[in-house]
């Protein structure tokens, strides 16, 4: 059974701070991994889809990696701005099509 | 484009009610998936549509729990009897072409709450 971990579970940052976040899985057979981004109240968005053929994504300051064979994925955030404070889920997608997910990084980036 | 549309945003019903989800996918997405988080847990899967037909139910967690898709466009998730423990939110998410591992995207939730 695919089981997915985030760490940390919660993290704060100054303002202009480069930081990662980690996601990790205990089965290697995977489609794909998305990273989400979750406001308080609000549902998921989209940050980054990752083929299991691919090494890495990026999107704006945003750039998430996957070593498959490893189980590990990161999303590194660049300059960090007081926007980006929201919860970060991953989700991997195996071949019965759905995703499971981490239960969150909550990030805080203070002004 | 529309995104994932749910309805309602929020619902608050006692033990033993009935409630009913409503979820309209993206237009012309084939696959809609049902996902629940209760407090504290991550988010799980319930059930995937492709087009009107069921193509996983494994997650749903008893026979409390009912899904349609009529036609292939919007669904439903039935809750009845509702009980306490299924408080939480409950997300849907579409994506488009059938067997193709493509991004899944999600609505803003139901968040239900069972007194």
């Known amino acids: 059974k695919q089981e997915v971990t985030q760490i940390p579970a919660a993290l704060s940052v100054p303002e202009g701070e480069n930081l990662v976040l980690n996601c990790s899985f205990t089965?290697?057979?995977?489609?794909?991994l998305q990273w989400f981004r979750q406001d308080p109240g609000k549902g998921l968005t989209s940050l980054l889809l990752?083929?299991?053929?691919?090494r890495e994504q990026t999107s704006g300051r945003l750039n998430a990696s996957l070593d498959k064979s490893s189980g590990r994925s990161t999303l590194y955030i660049a300059a960090s701005q007081p926007g980006d404070s929201a919860t970060y889920l991953c989700?991997?997608?195996?071949?019965?099509?759905?995703?499971?997910f981490g239960t969150g990084t909550r990030l805080t980036v203070i002004p | 484009e529309a995104g994932v549309t749910q309805f309602p945003s929020h619902s608050v019903i006692e033990k033993g009610q009935t409630v009913t989800l409503r979820c309209d996918p993206i237009?012309?997405?084939?696959?809609l998936y049902w996902y629940r988080r209760v407090m504290g847990k991550e988010i799980k899967f319930l059930l995937h549509?492709?087009?009107?037909?069921?193509?996983?139910e494994s997650g749903m967690p008893n026979n409390r729990f009912l899904a349609e898709r009529t036609g292939g466009t919007y669904s439903t998730l039935k809750v009845q009897p509702a009980e306490l423990e299924d408080s939480g939110v409950y997300f849907c998410?579409?994506?488009?072409?059938?067997?193709?591992?493509?991004?899944?995207?999600f609505g803003p939730g139901t968040r239900l709450t069972v007194l």
């Open positions: 998410a579409s994506s488009p072409r059938q067997f193709s591992y493509n991004e899944q995207f």
């Open positions: 089965d290697s057979a995977i489609y794909n």
């Open positions: 990752i083929q299991s053929s691919q």
């Open positions: 989700a991997v997608q195996t071949g019965a099509n759905n995703l499971f």
């Open positions: 237009s012309g997405h084939d696959n």
């Open positions: 549509f492709v087009k009107e037909s069921k193509q996983d």
